[in-house]
């Protein structure tokens, strides 16, 4: 399997600090009654509450841009990342093998996860973000000048994500910011392909800018189920190369980039990599996904959209970030 030497990832990079309260320890605090997980922004004071107020058990990358650039990181991909407020226990949660960019700016970007046993005895997350750059999609200028000059000197590929929370009133400007500097990424290479992660959109109202200002500046999306419902419409008005569709059964995509085959190898690979991440709790390196696939290599199924891949059936360790450590090595398979 050949990867990609080296990529760029933009713009979604933050702490996640993990807690494991009692419900009624949660419920005390937010002064409301949780039925339900989800997500939550709070303000600085709340968020400095939020700190001092739980043991936090665990604290990881957060953030798809970070997620994606460490899973790269492992498989010995030279990887340029983006991290507006830069403090330097972020900068600790970084792969040694990523280059982050960003500014330091005595802020941090912290995504605060409950893990909850509800009333009916499910489990669920509940995140109380404070993550005013994100929501701005602030870029920092070092980044820019950075990546631009990245991609000059050999770079070929780009993820683009964090677009899902953009929650500022001038979006369409902020978007318009980021169109700029992907452009600009294009003249420093006009070989390069960029990939764009959807999300869950916090502000649908968004998702029409972003097809209209991103979508026609990129070569391929990744999507779940419910982001393929909300972009269907805008990807069958584009000119995206390819889409692929990920969930944690299986994995389809249509391309005019790759081959079939090329199409199905990729979709494999990405399907290792969140295999061993989820069993394992780490980013595979690449005689780990190399023997995931030895292993437990999954055939194509019939499709009516291109080729379909399904996951590995594993029991896993961990469920979060998966879909990231999927699309960093689906995109970077050659």
């Known amino acids: ?11 979604n990079s933050n702490i996640d600090l993990v807690a494991r309260p009692g419900l009624a320890e949660a419920e005390s605090f937010f002064r409301k009654k949780i039925v339900s997980g989800g997500e939550i922004e709070v303000d600085a004071e709340t968020a400095e509450r939020l700190a001092a107020a739980f043991e936090w058990k665990e604290m990881r990358m957060g953030g798809q841009a970070g997620n994606m650039a460490n899973a790269a990181a492992a498989l010995g991909v030279k990887c340029l990342a983006h991290a507006y407020n830069l403090s330097p226990r972020q900068k600790g949660l970084f792969a040694k093998g990523v280059r982050v960019v960003g500014d330091r700016t005595g802020e941090e970007s912290c995504h605060y996860i409950l893990e909850l046993v509800l009333r009916n005895g499910l489990r669920d997350r509940l ?98 189920e419910k982001e393929l419902r909300e972009f269907a419409s805008h990807l069958e008005d584009s000119e995206v190369g390819e889409v692929v569709i990920h969930t944690a059964g299986y994995a389809s995509a249509i391309s005019r980039i790759r081959s079939r085959e090329s199409l199905a190898n990729a979709l494999r690979f990405g399907h290792a990599l969140a295999a061993f991440k989820a069993q394992t709790g780490r980013y595979a390196g690449m005689r780990e996904a190399m023997g995931m696939l ?36 689906c995109f970077l398979a050659e």
Do not use: Q
Request: a positive charge; one cysteine or more.
């Open 1 to 11: 399997m050949r990867i990609a030497k080296s990529c760029v990832f933009a713009f």
């Open 127 to 224: 995140i109380a973000s404070h993550d005013p750059a994100h929501y701005d999609l602030k870029i920092a200028r070092e980044f820019a000048s950075r990546s631009a000059e990245f991609i000059s000197e050999g770079c070929d590929r780009a993820i683009v994500s964090g677009f899902h929370i953009l929650r500022a009133k001038n979006a369409k400007e902020r978007l318009l910011d980021a169109a700029h500097l992907m452009r600009r990424w294009r003249k420093a290479n006009p070989k390069l392909r960029i990939h764009f992660e959807a999300g869950d959109f916090a502000r649908k109202e968004v998702i029409a800018d972003v097809a209209k200002i991103i979508l026609p500046l990129v070569d391929s999306v990744g999507v779940n």
């Open 294 to 329: 030895g292993e437990r290599g999954a055939g194509t199924l019939p499709s009516k959209f291109g080729v379909t891949v399904p996951a590995f059936r594993i029991t896993p360790k961990i469920t979060v970030g998966l879909g990231d450590s999927f699309a960093a090595g």
